[in-house]
């Protein structure tokens, strides 16, 4: 390089001019490139497959619900035995116990059935349909950020990566008196479930101590956050003549709640004196 006092040729690399000694400029340091961003990976279900696609459903029907999925080629759904309403030509079906035996047991306990029948579309935009078995709502539920807790046989469908299994409930007064036994559903994983509703539904997020209390029954499902269990019902007069037994379920918060304003073995009850008696005309 030339010196621009003097004219003088230097080395590239000269620090100062041969010629007249003056100090060459240098560029300033240059800051180092910016890494990349790291792309983190999605999240992995535990059941071992793949990064968990996102459902595409519609749920119709009112008060007497179904849900529609559309499936592309290689995604699947699962049903207890026996829950397809209709589906496209290209969904093929396969019907296990889905965990082994022992799973199967704890399903028929929580109300669904011991074989598990999953439907798989063989080409894109496949169509199943699964129906609610009684009057009411279908819940469509993501069950990635924390598990969730529901009534017997709620369980309608959900992706693979959700896992459904029995929930012993904690405590003898939930149990014996919170409505549905000590036996419920928990469903967990990543992805979406859907569970059936007895009559209207009411979705309700709970703070933190906040608490609400419900007829035995009336609560189809509940986030594992939520503390649940039986209160008796307070005043003589009341559990005589309040027509509300001798119990309520109590939940209490942080988390998300769905009541149901019917329950079949209520509406069962209804019924039962419009039924005709064995013997009569």
Request: aromatic content about 8%; some cysteine; proline content about 7%.
């Amino acid at each position: 390089m030339f010196c621009p006092n003097c004219g003088a040729k230097n080395a590239d690399q000269a620090r100062f001019c041969g010629g007249c000694g003056r100090p060459f400029q240098t560029a300033a340091a240059q800051p180092a490139p910016a890494a990349p961003p790291v792309q983190q990976p999605l999240a992995q279900p535990a059941y071992g497959g793949g990064p968990v696609k996102p459902l595409s459903y519609k749920i119709f029907g009112d008060n007497l619900p179904a849900v529609a999925i559309r499936l592309d080629a290689g995604e699947s759904i699962y049903t207890q035995s026996g829950g397809m309403t209709w589906m496209d030509a290209g969904i093929v079906m396969e019907t296990n116990m889905k965990g082994g035996l022992m799973k199967g047991l704890g399903r028929m306990f929580s109300g669904d059935s011991l074989f598990i029948a999953t439907y798989t579309a063989s080409r894109p935009n496949q169509e199943i349909v699964l129906a609610s078995s009684f009057p009411g709502n279908i819940a469509a539920i993501d069950v990635s950020r924390i598990p969730v807790i529901a009534q017997k046989s709620a369980f309608l469908c959900a992706q693979p990566s959700v896992s459904l299994s029995a929930h012993i409930v904690r405590g003898l007064s939930g149990g014996l008196f919170g409505g549905e036994g000590f036996v419920l559903q928990r469903l967990s994983g990543i992805g979406m479930a859907f569970i059936e509703i007895d009559g209207s539904l009411v979705e309700r997020v709970l703070a933190p101590g906040e608490t609400i209390k419900v007829d035995t029954g009336n609560v189809a499902a509940y986030e594992e956050s939520v503390q649940y269990q039986a209160e008796m019902v307070k005043g003589f007069k009341n559990i005589l003549f309040g027509g509300e037994g001798l119990f309520l379920t109590t939940l209490i918060g942080p988390g998300r709640v769905w009541l149901q304003t019917m329950t079949l073995p209520g509406f069962a009850r209804q019924l039962l004196p419009f039924l005709p008696k064995s013997g009569s005309n």
